[in-house]
């Protein structure tokens, strides 16, 4: 057995894991400030801005503290860049600014990975309990529920709902324990 005892849950997050950002969302909001994009460039770029974004062992990678404000401006940003933009810089602020605030209105990370929704159905008849925690903004339960995986999980905790002073301070290990995370 790969492990002893047994696992008798799993905790996912969602961006990069379960969902990943919709270029037609992203596409369609920068389009609305001006910025034309190719949706399928914008989902291209994902493996890209991954390697840009990893984390340096020992270097605190701190995304939240804001409410993700300046973390998700930065990635928005990038994600454009990486997609073949190269014009006005005013316009690509212009863009950041509409996808962000759209993004914080209704997740653009709402892109099932393939074959995301029978992995977690598999996880559950195997009888493993599944939960996510994520340092989303408050966006990632609804978001969950409308792309269909919200009934495959247990538990869904949001750190910007489950603890809306401080985003990033909750920690994995209180996930199970959330009043909030219960269904």
């Given at each position: 057995?790969?492990?002893e005892?047994?696992?008798?849950?799993?905790?996912?997050d969602?961006?990069?894991t379960l969902?990943?950002c919709d270029?037609?969302?992203i596409?369609?909001?920068a389009?609305?400030?001006?910025?034309?994009?190719?949706?399928a460039?914008?989902?291209?770029a994902?493996?890209?801005?991954?390697?840009?974004?990893r984390?340096?062992?020992?270097?605190?990678?701190?995304?939240?503290?804001?409410?993700?404000?300046?973390?998700?401006g930065r990635?928005?940003?990038?994600?454009?860049?990486?997609?073949?933009y190269?014009?006005p810089?005013?316009?690509?602020?212009?863009?950041?600014?509409?996808v962000?605030r759209?993004h914080l209105?209704?997740?653009?990370?709402?892109?099932?990975?393939?074959?995301?929704p029978?992995?977690?159905?598999?996880?559950?008849?195997?009888?493993?309990?599944?939960?996510?925690?994520s340092?989303s903004?408050?966006?990632v339960?609804?978001?969950?529920?409308d792309v269909?995986l919200?009934p495959?999980?247990e538990?869904?905790v949001?750190?910007?709902?489950?603890?809306p002073?401080?985003a990033?301070?909750?920690?994995p290990?209180?996930?199970?324990?959330?009043p909030?995370?219960?269904?």
């Amino acid at each position: 057995m790969l492990f002893e005892p047994p696992p008798r849950a799993i905790l996912l997050d969602v961006g990069f894991t379960l969902t990943f950002c919709d270029g037609r969302q992203i596409a369609a909001h920068a389009a609305s400030a001006g910025v034309t994009l190719d949706p399928a460039a914008i989902e291209a770029a994902e493996g890209a801005l991954r390697a840009e974004l990893r984390e340096t062992p020992g270097v605190v990678h701190r995304t939240h503290d804001d409410g993700g404000n300046r973390f998700l401006g930065r990635l928005f940003r990038r994600t454009i860049e990486l997609a073949g933009y190269a014009g006005p810089a005013d316009a690509l602020e212009r863009a950041v600014a509409v996808v962000l605030r759209e993004h914080l209105g209704r997740n653009v990370w709402c892109r099932v990975g393939w074959g995301v929704p029978d992995a977690l159905a598999r996880l559950r008849a195997a009888g493993l309990r599944l939960a996510v925690v994520s340092n989303s903004e408050g966006t990632v339960e609804a978001m969950l529920e409308d792309v269909g995986l919200r009934p495959l999980l247990e538990t869904v905790v949001d750190s910007a709902v489950a603890n809306p002073t401080r985003a990033s301070s909750r920690s994995p290990s209180t996930a199970w324990a959330s009043p909030r995370s219960t269904r």
